[in-house]
């Protein structure tokens, strides 16, 4: 089955490290995006992609860096600048053009 | 200035009691507006895409409809199973593949 898979499920930041939350997908869609949810907030965008090797910064982008070097793959990476990294993390991907978004089921970080 | 605006934050329907989750968007230009569902601790599910007022599309027990202005989530004859959180996004065309999304209505259908 085509889809989003996000890893882990669950992980945990001690201070000053950085983490890696790795997204995949097999629906051989261009377009990628990182998002952030908290509680009785909208999901904010951090980074998203078009296309390989090229990448925009969203509302939030502080604190947080991505690469794409490949078509299925956008890593985000939480880096000890994120001062508030405690949150659900969403990945998405879609086709170009008015088409909707397909999201994984998340990765939740929080703090050690 | 918000762009997309859900109400009500949270809604308690008895199961058969129907109802409107209501989407209030200020962009100019809308490309798509998208109604998903999320399940607590899940990624948002698609449920619907519409393009330009008057369009409609039904799933069910799920009706979306568009104006200029906003767009309704009707829920027909809920059950337990419908409770999730509904999450309205819109695309622009001025910020081509970037979404905008509300912060949810939290649906709770008790038996």
């Known amino acids: 089955d085509g889809g989003i898979t996000q890893s882990p499920k669950y992980l945990f930041r001690k201070e000053g490290q950085n983490v890696t939350l790795s997204c995949e997908q097999n629906l051989n869609h261009d377009a990628m995006y990182w998002y952030r949810q908290d509680p009785g907030q909208g999901l904010r965008l951090i980074y998203y992609s078009q296309i390989v090797n090229d990448f925009q910064k969203g509302d939030i982008a502080e604190g947080y860096s991505v690469s794409r070097e490949k078509k299925e793959s956008f890593p985000l990476t939480v880096t000890s600048a994120q001062k508030n990294p405690t949150a659900f993390y969403l990945c998405?991907?879609?086709?170009?053009?008015?088409?909707?978004?397909?999201f994984g089921d998340g990765t939740r970080l929080s703090i050690l | 200035e918000d762009q997309v605006t859900q109400s009500p934050e949270a809604l308690r329907l008895q199961e058969g009691e129907s109802s409107s989750l209501n989407c209030s968007y200020t962009?100019?230009?809308?490309?798509?507006l998208f109604w998903y569902r999320q399940d607590p601790g899940k990624g948002p599910e698609f449920l619907f895409t519409?393009?330009?007022a008057g369009e409609e599309k039904e799933k069910e027990r799920l009706k979306a409809t568009l104006t200029k202005k906003e767009s309704f989530l009707h829920i027909t004859a809920p059950k337990p199973e419908d409770s999730a959180t509904y999450l309205c996004a819109v695309q622009q065309w001025q910020t081509g593949n970037q979404f905008y999304f509300g912060t949810g209505t939290s649906l709770t259908v008790i038996p």
């Open positions: 998405a991907s879609s086709t170009t053009g008015e088409q909707p978004q397909h």
């Open positions: 519409l393009y330009s």
């Open positions: 962009v100019s230009g809308l490309r798509g």
